[in-house]
């Protein structure tokens, strides 16, 4: 091989690269526009299933999917539908290689919220959210053989729910401690769960503390259960499990006051003395966040709600340090309860 022949292979195996580097940057088989191709036919596909809820982003040609699935079955479809967007054939035809499951399910997420109150005849009110119709009917029936005076159970399926046997399981076991109390409720939202109330000795209150603190996984409890004539029992070792009891002492009933008065009604009265006893359970790192809507009497009247509340507060234990009260202009609900971290 001469030398100019040599230096003409050297010049095409260079134009060849630089082509190629070129093609493989801003060309349309380029990294990034194979990416954009794939990610715009998965988002198209899983939206003519109907599956809206799922969002795509492409890492190469592997795609990860992210949203929270209301079932089982939707998840595996979304996977399935992705996969199948753009011909899968490898790098070289540029279709999708694989999917990265990065879903949640939608039953943990805040949305979902299951809540029961026992009043002192021993009756339960149970009300929100069941992953399916076999956990509600289970649910139903199992509280109507725990509670001595029966259970009243208004489940809400959620929509395309499966069935959670985990989920199931963490429901009946917060029933049945809240069963064993004179009175209490539970509450529980995402994975987070919360048993409130009061018992008949500190025996009950040890125990069902206890009992609750190994829920299915991925369920954890927090409690604060006081005995006749002891000190509480108590477990609230964060900020989501402080926000939980609070909560379930908050009660599903909305707080009002007295018509154009800074007085709370007899109910609203109680829930406010029971969230304080609550809170002060909590770690002293969190703040309790009270809102109260300006609504007839304007901004004057809500000081005085909020200086009512305040004192409540006070009175049932709650450091002031560890209150922030301020009115709403355009609060949802009378009154809003937030937790927060004290900073520093």
């Not at 070129?22 to 715009?40: D, H, K, N, Q, Y």
């Not at 959620?158 to 509450?187: F, H, N, T």
């Not at 900020?239 to 709370?264: K, N």
Request: proline share 4%; aromatic share 4%; charged share 20%.
């Amino acid at each position: 091989m001469t030398d100019r022949v040599r230096r003409l292979y050297v010049i095409a195996a260079a134009v060849w690269i630089a082509f190629a580097a070129l093609a493989i940057t801003v060309g349309p088989f380029s990294a990034g526009a194979i990416e954009s191709r794939l990610e715009r036919n998965a988002l198209m596909a899983l939206q003519d299933r109907g599956l809206d809820w799922v969002q795509v982003e492409m890492r190469g040609q592997r795609a990860v999917l992210t949203g929270a699935a209301p079932s089982d079955d939707a998840r595996a479809e979304a996977m399935a539908v992705t996969l199948a967007s753009t011909w899968s054939g490898g790098i070289v035809a540029g279709g999708t290689t694989g999917v990265v499951d990065d879903m949640t399910n939608a039953r943990l997420q805040r949305s979902f919220a299951f809540r029961a109150d026992m009043a002192v005849r021993g009756r339960v009110l149970i009300r929100g959210d069941a992953t399916d119709a076999s956990a509600r009917d289970g649910i139903a029936r199992y509280a109507a053989s725990s509670f001595a005076s029966g259970a009243d159970t208004d489940l809400t399926l959620v929509p395309g729910g499966s069935q959670s046997a985990e989920w199931e399981e963490a429901a009946k076991r917060l029933l049945g401690q809240l069963a064993r109390l004179e009175r209490g409720s539970i509450y529980l939202e995402g994975q987070q769960a919360a048993l409130v109330g009061e018992a008949a000795n500190p025996q009950v209150a040890a125990t069902a503390v206890a009992a609750l603190a190994n829920l299915p996984v991925p369920y954890v409890a927090a409690s604060v259960i006081t005995p006749s004539g002891a000190p509480a029992e108590s477990y609230v070792p964060d900020e989501a499990a402080c926000r939980a009891v609070v909560r379930a002492a908050h009660g599903s009933d909305a707080l009002r006051f007295d018509r154009e008065a800074a007085t709370p009604s007899p109910l609203t009265d109680v829930a406010l003395r029971r969230v304080a006893r609550m809170f002060a359970a909590c770690p002293d790192t969190m703040r309790l966040v009270i809102g109260i809507a300006v609504a007839e009497g304007g901004e004057a009247l809500a000081a005085d709600r909020l200086e009512a509340v305040r004192i409540r507060m006070i009175e049932n234990g709650v450091s002031e340090n560890r209150l922030a009260l301020a009115p709403a202009a355009n609060a949802p609900r009378m009154m809003t309860f937030e937790i927060e971290a004290i900073e520093g």
